[in-house]
């Protein structure tokens, strides 16, 4: 018999302002995240390189990125834990929105470079706070909904962007990521504290070091685990998606592959994929099961994109739409690790793992681009994917289940 009451209350967690905030900070987030994939292309031909230019400096910019990414997730989730979780959500909105703003009047792509870099950054503390921060304030048997709701409306972020190209050239695109990001401030300035943060303030504990990850080698295993599930949902981002115009090519679909399109298709799927894996861990009881179901349609849907034959223009578009509906447990594997670490490293661990997720497409961009002159590209693609798989697979076997996990507790 349902319970109206507990109905009511479950519904008010989940439709709280910190989850709304969160959500709606993510969909800015992946906004200005993805907006370089999708005007590649068009910006760098804006600003006068050739073909051959485009495709060696897009990929130099793209690492750029990444690399922010990298540092910027090492800085903001030790501030998160030392300052406080809205510290670091105000921080990094005002550094990505200013930077993306920037990029819609860049000149150089030397300059262009360098914004990227400096946007990587900035994007690198949001998903990571907002999740720790929803993870602390629901009950544990909201969680995995809770994540659903961030990660879903979040991810949504990159078809506005991707319509927004379509609607205007790629600086007035930029612009709209940036104001979009300056106007969530207002919504910001709202929010509480995590109260389990507020707890762990008044304890004489060291919060927020990475040093802690790698002093101790259960932690530090547990860590690289958080890490390794995640590998293939950026494998398919990051290459089989950016790179789609390529792989298009090699499959010898007569009609050009619009590579931005691929990333839309992507990340409407990934939507829809993130609110499946977040209803089916709580249906299943287990977040591994979940995040195992996801990795092995992940693994059938790189299989068919590479070496099933497909032919057609609208074929392909589809594969991609399925690969990223199969990856949509972004959010499940983040909401793990931030239930694998106590509070006081919670925040540096999940903004870390995911950023480190991200910017594992530094390793496997230029592996893939280093194999294709000698393999191909498809050979090329199925050899990266495959260390990908085996990571993820070796990564979920030897995880801790954390489902019914209490996360008030400090390491």
Known sequence: MKNPAAE????????????????????????????????????????????????????QIYNWQQA?????????????????????????????????????????PTIYAFL????????????????TLVSEILPKHLRGYGSSIVAS??????????????????????????????????????????????????????????WAFFSDAGRFWKYMRCIGVGVPTYFVIGILATFSNEFGKALGIAEEIVSGRCVMYVFVGTVVGDMFSGVLSQWLKSRKMAIGIMTTMTLVGVLFYLYGGISDVQM???????????????????????????????????STVANFVRATTLLTLPLYQYL????????????VALLCFVIAYASLFWMEETFHKDLNYVE
């Open 153 to 210: 409306v979040g991810l949504l972020g990159a078809v506005v962007a991707f319509l927004t190209n379509s609607w205007f050239d790629w600086r007035t695109t930029y612009f709209v990521g940036g104001g979009l990001g300056l106007a969530l401030l207002a919504l910001r300035v709202r929010l509480y504290e995590s109260g389990m943060f507020e707890q762990t303030k008044i304890q004489r504990i060291q919060r927020g070091s990475m």
């Open 68 to 108: 922010g990414l990298l540092i910027g997730g090492i800085v903001w989730g030790i501030l998160a834990d030392k300052k406080g979780r809205l510290s670091v959500l105000f921080g990094s909105i005002i550094m990505y929105s200013v930077a993306n703003i920037c990029c819609g009047f860049v000149q150089s």
């Open 8 to 59: 009511s209350s479950a519904l008010s967690h989940l439709l709280s302002l910190p989850v709304i905030v969160s959500a709606l900070g993510y969909f800015v987030d992946v906004y200005d995240l993805i907006v370089f994939n999708i005007v590649r292309v068009p910006s760098l031909k804006g600003l006068g390189l050739n073909p051959e230019e485009v495709s060696v400096l897009g990929s």
């Open 116 to 131: 990227r870099f400096v946007a990587g950054v900035g994007l690198a503390g949001e998903l990571g706070a907002g999740l």
């Open 372 to 383: 294709k002159p000698s393999f191909g590209v498809i050979s090329a693609g199925g050899i």
């Open 316 to 350: 392909f578009y589809v594969t991609c739409a399925y690969l990223g509906f199969s990856i949509g447990y972004i959010a499940m594997f983040l909401t793990v690790t931030a239930e694998n670490f106590g509070t006081n490293l919670r925040a540096t661990a999940t």
